[in-house]
């Protein structure tokens, strides 16, 4: 009893806040725009049950699915999203690989305060440190300025706006993502490996390579994972930082839903945004499963 209630309790919150609400969205895409409140006609009429259910099945129309393919604003904004979410998980590695393996060299009284520094930022609220980066950013902010001081510049910087404040955002919210898995993984670092090695004659940049970067490679993948999943749909962070010039879908999908209040076109957006990211999730899960059975 105890088992099912363990194993229950996760399943009925997946089920409360996942399936549910997915299958709520998947029911608005399949449904006709209209000038009501809401700003749609369900084609799934329930309350006739079986017989409503074989009618719709009959004729269901996937009209809003299809517009996705005419519009070339929409697979522009998937792939820009996908371009920008690479992007930026590639340099949430490069940025934090070094933090988390000077972390896990550090002695071991200075490690709970790095931890406490890396996770610091969550302290205060996300969109307060996003708009934190526009005042950094801006032509007359604190970077601009230091710049000018230094007289590496002479004339201010245009980074606000751009794509590049994007990059920065993006990478600056989820590098605890990125250093923490790798920390995790190099934390458990056999140091008497990297003495072998060197004993063998590798020197400390061939042993790193030979040596360390595999024995990393699930906290790199994990963390790859975790800043990419929630990039990809990012909707704050290219809206006050990259402007109107920077196209991602969830953008794309906050101007459906509230510009435009085009419910059914906005859900059939997020439908296939999930099904995108399903891929890595299930990535993320399978590598999840090989690493606790190579903890066995």
């Keep these: 009893m105890a088992r099912r209630l363990l194993i229950g309790l996760p399943n009925t919150w997946l089920l409360a806040l996942f399936l549910v609400p997915f299958l709520i969205v998947l029911k ?62 590639f340099l949430a ?40 980066w526009k005042a950094i950013l801006s032509q007359e902010g604190l970077l601009n300025q230091f710049l000018m001081s230094l007289g590496v510049i002479s004339d201010p910087l245009i980074i606000l706006n751009t794509n590049l404040a994007v990059y920065i955002g993006i990478v600056y919210t989820y590098l605890p993502f990125m250093v923490l898995p790798i920390y995790s993984a190099l934390e458990r670092l056999d140091e008497s490996l990297l003495e072998a ?35 990809m749909g990012e909707f704050v962070i290219p809206s006050l930082l990259g402007g109107s010039k920077t196209l991602m879908i969830g953008k794309v999908l906050w101007e459906e839903f509230f510009s435009n ?21 299930v990535l993320f899960q399978k590598n999840e499963e090989k690493q606790r059975e190579a903890g066995k």
């Design 93 to 132: 590695l490069v940025v934090g690989f070094p933090i988390a393996y000077g972390m896990s060299r550090a002695p071991d009284a200075w490690r709970p305060t790095l931890m406490m520094l890396i996770i610091l930022p969550f302290w205060t609220s996300f969109l307060i440190r996003v708009y934190a």
């Design 197 to 231: 090695a060197e004993d063998l004659g590798c020197s400390r940049m061939t042993a790193f390579w030979l040596v360390t970067l595999p024995l990393a490679k699930q906290g790199i993948i994990a963390g790859s994972f975790l800043v990419f999943i929630p990039a």
């Design 28 to 89: 608005i895409s399949l449904s006709d725009t209209a000038l009501a409140i809401p700003p749609y006609t369900p084609t799934l009429d329930l309350s006739q049950g079986w017989a409503g259910f074989r009618e719709w099945w009959a004729g269901l129309d996937i009209e809003n699915f299809t517009w996705l393919t005419q519009d070339d604003l929409y697979w522009k904004a998937y792939l820009s999203s996908l371009k920008i979410a690479t992007i930026s998980t």
């Design 261 to 281: 209040r085009d419910w059914p076109v906005a859900s059939a957006v997020a439908v296939v945004l999930l099904l995108i990211l399903i891929i890595p999730i």
